[in-house]
C-alpha cells in the first residue's frame, strides 16, 4: 500500500493532467454544438472504418464459399459431361436423295492427335472399326478435306493427312470441269498443287477447286481451295496450279468420314474390267 502512495505522489503531476484533459474534452463535446459535431464525425469516421473492414473481411470468405461451391459444381458438371466417358454410340449424318438409293454416310470423329511440320503428315482420331470406319475412307473438315483413312484399329483411326508427300487426289476446277491431280510438294502446309490441267483450259486466281468425283473416296464437288497462283513450266503442255487450301489443317478439332455405300460394287466392277 505503501509503495502505492509512493507511486501516486511521485507522478501526482501526470495523473492531474490526464485528468484535466479528460475533464476538457468532455466539457467541450457536452456544452459547444460545434465540437460536438466534429467529436461526433471523428467517431462516424472511425467507426465506419472499422466496419468497412470488417465488411471486406466478411465478404472475403463468403466469396471463398462461393467459389468452393463453384468448383464442386464444376465438377460435377464435368463427372456427368459425355466427355468423361469413352464414347461408343455414333453420330451418323446421311446424305438422302428423293429418287436415288442413298449413297453417302458420314460418321463424326474427334481428332486426338495431329501433325503439320513433316513431310508426311498423319491424324489419329478417336473412333475406329468398331464405329464403323473403314480403311480407305475420306475425312472432311469444316467443309473442306483433311485426308483420307489409312488404318483402322477396334477404337482409332489413322488418317494420311493431306499433307502427305503420296497424296494424289482427283481434283478439278469448278467452273470449268478441268480437272488434273492435287498433291502436297512438302513446303507449305496450306498450299497443294494442281498438276495436269492442259494448257487450252482458262484459269483465273481465286478459281474454285473442288473434287472431281472421278474415285469412291470422295462425293463431287467437295470445297478443296481457291487458286493463288499458276504457271506453265518450260516445255511443258500442261499449267502447276497452286492450290490455298480451304481447311486449316493445323487446329482441326473434329472431322467427318465419308462412307460410301456403293463403294465395294464400285471397286469390283472396275476390278472386273481389269481382268478381262
Avoid: C
Avoid at 58 to 70: F, I, M
Avoid at 116 to 123: K, L, M, Q, V, Y
Wanted: no cysteine; proline share 2%.
Amino acid at each position: 500500500m505503501s509503495n502505492l502512495i509512493e507511486f501516486l505522489l511521485r507522478y501526482n503531476a501526470f495523473f492531474l493532467f490526464i485528468g484535466l484533459e479528460v475533464f476538457a474534452v468532455y466539457l467541450m463535446v457536452n456544452y459547444n454544438d460545434h465540437h460536438s459535431k466534429v467529436a461526433l464525425h471523428s467517431s462516424n469516421v472511425v467507426s465506419g472504418a472499422i466496419m468497412k473492414r470488417y465488411d471486406s473481411m466478411t465478404d472475403y470468405w463468403k466469396l471463398r464459399a462461393v467459389n468452393d461451391s463453384l468448383a464442386n459444381q464444376y465438377n460435377q458438371f464435368l463427372n456427368q459431361d459425355t466427355s468423361s466417358y469413352y464414347q461408343h454410340r455414333i453420330k451418323v449424318f446421311s446424305t438422302n436423295d428423293s429418287i436415288y438409293e442413298r449413297n453417302y454416310n458420314y460418321l463424326s470423329a474427334k481428332v486426338i492427335n495431329n501433325s503439320t511440320d513433316r513431310p508426311n503428315n498423319f491424324i489419329t482420331l478417336e473412333k475406329g472399326a468398331r464405329h464403323g470406319i473403314q480403311k480407305n475412307s475420306g475425312v472432311l473438315s469444316g467443309g473442306g478435306l483433311a485426308g483420307i483413312v489409312l488404318k483402322t484399329s477396334e477404337n482409332y483411326s489413322l488418317v494420311m493427312s493431306l499433307l502427305h508427300r503420296n497424296m494424289r487426289l482427283s481434283a478439278k476446277i469448278k467452273r470449268n470441269n478441268h480437272f488434273g491431280s492435287l498433291i502436297w510438294t512438302g513446303n507449305n502446309p496450306r498450299i497443294m498443287t494442281l498438276d495436269a490441267i492442259p494448257k487450252h483450259a482458262r484459269i483465273l486466281k481465286g478459281d474454285t477447286i473442288v473434287t472431281s468425283g472421278f474415285s469412291s473416296t470422295f462425293p463431287p464437288d467437295i470445297m478443296i481451295g481457291t487458286v493463288s497462283d499458276f504457271r506453265i513450266e518450260q516445255g511443258s503442255n500442261f499449267y502447276t496450279v497452286d492450290v490455298e487450301l480451304n481447311t486449316d489443317l493445323s487446329n482441326i478439332e473434329y472431322v467427318n468420314i465419308v462412307q460410301n455405300l456403293m463403294r465395294d460394287e464400285i471397286l469390283e466392277l472396275q476390278e472386273s474390267a481389269g481382268n478381262e
